[in-house]
């Protein structure tokens, strides 16, 4: 019997202007599964996330988008998110005027889960303030966070949680990511999501994941444990990547 | 006058304030025409009169103000020394048959004392031309909030003028919002501050296809530790708004900001703004910043990411654009005001 995922893309290419970013991208992801793809800046990986998300300005030239079954390339932004996907933006925007407590209101209604997840990332004190204006680094990860578990989303894309952010604050992060991913279930029981991109691996010290790969010039390379990647990363930058990805596809692939 | 036209009249004057059952008031002041339809301190430590009674009474005012005309139509408001008014007083002027309406005030905050003023500009009648010249003289120590809120019709013509000066450790607070825009409207502030004085400028308003906006504020930083903020919002859908600002530092260790914020909304209207900065001390600290432009994409994804739709997003980022909250308004009047700005964001978007 054919294996059912929460997200399938096929052979997805995907422009930003005239500048073609992936290639040939193909990933799966089953109900319950943490993704990890590292890669040096530049490599496409935020265009990864933002293709899945329906950002307007990325361009799907070719393949598919499948979540929960259907084809979402269609679908507006909001429809995706509807249907069960949630972003984490790396640079979110400012929005002048915009209450941040206002706006919770609108993703969740529960006044408890709001005040709940504002104290355990001790983020009280944005509430009263616009949507990420003059937020420190740090407050803008932890503003994402605090969206992401208030909207809960089967399909959680978060991109570089841990950049930018001090010691203290990736582990409160981290283990609010733990928290919306159902760590503390078997992968079995576990129905959350994600893809986290990162290009530091920070995240790794703190959140298990179940399979990682590197992006590199737009191509998803070296499927594999997320931790044997890191290592290799940590010994000797992308270097290897660089020399495995030139050596073809089907090398790629192994 | 018929009941139904009473209750025509009393919804008119409510949005910009004014009820004659209003409670939480300390007095009023309305004119209708050319008549005053209502003078009355609810405070002993506060003095309204029409101006043109004051000026028999007063007899400097003529010397402060040279330029009031022989039979004046406006108020005469003043609170007494070290009298802290706890409740707004309210102004309104509205024209429902003349076609012209000139209106001259003056409010004295004698040393001390502490007021918020609410005033209210409106008309029922088409065409209609207003004219306000108001000047407001704040003694030492003492404080003054004027929340200026104007509803007027598509062909209505406003030219408002004002004076203030803002003496030794003096607050001067100026809220203006206009939410129903005139056909046109020409606004001019001058602004003096003497030593430690404050003030702080908030002005908002809203720019259909049919209106045309000049608004002019020039504040004068006279002496040392003086300070002025000035801010400035407009929202377009198809209107003309031009903003100007000009402060000067003079006074040693003087401080001055401008924010000049604009929202287009379509392609149809026109926002300019021409901050001014002058320094003629080497210890005064000017700033100023600007952003105009359209609702920007960057945004409504981002509020779209969570799965909010188009226009509920845009209408969202219109209502913060606008969004007051002034200190001191009654509750009412701000339900109302927030009101109008739900309704002009969804309005805005369509």
Redesign the interface.
Known sequence: MKKKYLLEIKNLWVKAGKKLILKEINLSISAGESHIIFGPNGSGKSTLLGAI?G??HLKVIKGDIIFKGDSILDF???ER??KGI??G?QN????????LK??LE??NTSQKEIQDVAKELNTKKLLER?INKEFSGGEKKTCEIM?LLL?KPDLALLDEPDSGIDVENIKIVSKSIKRMLQKDLPLIKRSRSAIIITHSGNILDYVNMDAGYVMIDGKLVCGTNPSDIFDKIKESGYEDCYRCFSLGDENVKK | MSKNKNFIDEEILSYVGYSSSNKNRSGFFFIIDDYIANTESLNRKLEISPLSKAIEKHLWLRNYVKSIPKKPLGYFIRVIENAKIDFPIQACFYTKKSKSQIIHNIFVAEPNSKAHLISGCTTSIQECKHTGISHYLIKDNASLSVTRIHHWLPTTSVFSKSSTLVKKNGIFISNYIVLYPPKKEQSHSITNVKENGTTRFNTVVYAKEYSNFNINDEVFLEEKNARSEIINKALSKGGKVITRGHIQGRGENTKGHMECNGLLLNDRGKIETMPALEAINSKTDLSHEAGIGRISGEELNYLMSRGIDEETAKSLIVRGFLDVEIKGLPEQLQKFIHKLIKKISIEGTT
């Not at chain 1, 979110?92 to 209450?99: D, E, F, L, N, Q």
């Open positions: 998300m950002l307007p507006p932004i909001y998110a509807r949630g972003i933006f979110p925007p400012a929005v002048r005027g915009v209450k206002k706006f609108i993703i616009d969206q909207q």
